[in-house]
């Protein structure tokens, strides 16, 4: 892509000035004009584009670089979850689950239940993965349960996420690893240590209070179950349990293949087997997916004696509400790469470099510019880990100090998702709120795990070093 930026140099305070403004023109579209979020952010991609100096015969490549990929992953994903989904809503298992959590942990501590499930779950499962699947169970508690739906929603979306930013095998931690040569065992331990004290603060604690100052009625994506009341077959709780856990359990036997692979002296001979190559693939997210869609349609569907007419239309309803969400998703995306296009993100790392400040609050800093200038937190973490490859390699750091510095750079790509990110657009569908209420409730818990991690990872930093490990 980066052949597709004219000749002239913006320079980073251009570029800034000029990524500024690009989300100006958003929110004003959206909040002030009312103009839908999908056409608004496709106008603003073309306009930045085009600011930015790329060519006008390679506009559409260059809203492909980020919308192709992101609709890709997310269509996937957000398809196979909600139909699985939508079988657990119409069979009455998500309002089973509900009534059987309800019972054991009371109303009031519902919300904590529903999120402490996905912190487990969110450890081998991706974040839009694992937030699609919950989907209908906490949709089912928030109607039992009455009240806010956001503080029963937000918890489960802060531990998904967290996981997906601290603890590997998710892709931005790994990567940061592999890059700084930090030990992947010791980044794990961490991350997850991290992943449940940034939950507690930020999921447990302050997810609520915000959820609460919102009134957002419960989205209808799902639809309604009572449309195919003729697919309800009252399953067992324990029925739906292990619906639910077989992804969970076929993600991690592919994480534990790649794990005992990268052990082995020769990893590609080990791939290569034909036993492991097949229980990689099962493990691949939407294999697994896939697969637990088919076990649900025929344990709640024609193994309970319905015909496969009826499952078919369960089926079909439930692709049709996601359609908004998935190409207000992808458009995140979209506006998101023709940011990275411009090379900002690079740009104003590279600046921040050469300030000289101390090593791990740059590490943050680069990872929490680069996140609010493109979007991605990937990219955030992995830009970040790139340019401080040398300084880490040239340095006297203790292995937990590594660590630390990963940590940060994580922390700094998770702060403050904005309209830039396809995930703020996603939460923002799922959970029925405007532009406004996301910036107002998942930019600021973002922010704050952000903050959370950072000065978490200062402490380890500092403790590791006074003790030399």
């Known amino acids: 892509m980066d052949d597709l930026v004219m000749n002239w140099d913006l320079g980073t305070a251009g570029l800034l000035i000029l990524a500024i403004g690009a989300i100006a023109v958003l929110l004003v579209l959206i909040m002030v004009f009312k103009v839908h979020a999908f056409l608004a952010l496709m106008l603003t991609s073309i306009g930045t584009a085009l600011a930015a100096g790329i060519p006008p015969d390679r506009l559409v490549e260059a809203l492909g670089f980020g919308f192709n990929p992101t609709l890709g992953s997310v269509m996937l994903l957000v398809a196979l979850g909600a139909m699985l989904g939508r079988m657990v809503e119409a069979s009455g298992g998500a309002q089973a689950l509900?009534?059987?959590?309800?019972?054991?942990?009371?109303?009031k501590r519902a919300g904590f239940a529903l999120s402490l499930a996905s912190?487990?779950?969110?450890?081998?499962?991706?974040?839009?993965?694992?937030?699609?699947?919950?989907?209908?169970?906490?949709?089912?508690?928030?109607?039992?349960?009455?009240?806010?739906?956001?503080?029963i929603a937000l918890p489960s979306a802060i531990a998904f996420s967290a996981m997906h930013i601290f603890a590997p095998p998710h892709p931005g931690p790994v990567a940061a690893s592999a890059i700084l040569g930090a030990d992947?065992?010791?980044?794990?331990?961490?991350?997850i240590v991290?992943?449940?004290?940034?939950w507690l603060i930020a999921g447990v604690g302050l997810a609520p209070v915000l959820g609460r100052r919102l009134d957002v009625a419960i989205p209808n994506i799902l639809g309604d179950s009572r449309e195919?009341?003729?697919?309800?077959?009252?399953?067992?709780?324990?029925?739906?349990v292990l619906i639910l856990l077989l992804p969970l359990v076929l993600i991690l036997l592919n994480?534990?293949?790649?794990?005992?692979?990268?052990?082995?002296p020769d990893p590609e001979a080990f791939n290569a087997g034909p036993v492991v190559a097949v229980l990689r693939m099962v493990g691949e997210t939407p294999v697994a997916l896939l697969i637990t869609l088919f076990v649900s349609m025929?344990?709640?569907?024609?193994?309970?004696?319905?015909?496969?007419?009826?499952?078919?239309?369960?089926?079909?309803?439930?692709?049709?509400?996601?359609a908004s969400v998935v190409l207000v998703t992808g458009a995140g995306g979209m506006f998101g790469g023709v940011l990275r296009a411009t090379g900002i993100g690079d740009a104003v790392a590279q600046s921040l470099q050469d300030i000289g400040m101390p090593v791990i609050v740059a590490a943050y800093l680069i990872a929490q510019i680069v996140r609010l200038a493109q979007g991605s937190a990937t990219v955030a973490l992995t830009t970040a880990a790139s340019l401080m490859a040398g300084i880490v390699a040239a340095g006297d750091f203790t292995p937990f100090q590594v660590v630390a510095l990963v940590m940060a750079m994580?922390?700094?790509?998770?702060?403050?998702?904005?309209?830039?990110?396809?995930?703020?657009?996603?939460?923002?569908?799922?959970?029925g709120m405007n532009m406004k209420q996301t910036l107002g409730t998942w930019t600021v818990l973002q922010g704050a795990m952000g903050v959370i991690g950072f000065v978490l990872a200062l402490v380890l930093y500092g403790v590791a070093g006074g003790l030399g490990v």
């Open 98 to 107: 509900a009534d059987s959590l309800i019972g054991v942990f009371g109303e």
């Open 119 to 151: 912190l487990l779950m969110g450890f081998p499962i991706f974040f839009d993965a694992g937030l699609v699947v919950m989907l209908p169970i906490i949709y089912a508690v928030a109607r039992r349960v009455g009240g806010s739906f956001l503080s």
């Open 184 to 191: 992947v065992g010791q980044v794990l331990l961490v991350g």
């Open 194 to 198: 991290f992943a449940v004290i940034i």
């Open 228 to 240: 195919h009341s003729d697919l309800e077959s009252a399953p067992k709780v324990r029925t739906i």
């Open 255 to 264: 994480t534990a293949l790649n794990t005992v692979g990268a052990t082995r």
């Open 298 to 322: 025929f344990v709640l569907g024609w193994g309970a004696g319905k015909t496969g007419t009826l499952i078919e239309k369960v089926q079909d309803s439930a692709l049709g509400p996601i």
């Open 410 to 431: 994580s922390a700094g790509s998770v702060g403050f998702s904005h309209v830039n990110d396809s995930g703020f657009w996603l939460v923002s569908r799922f959970f």
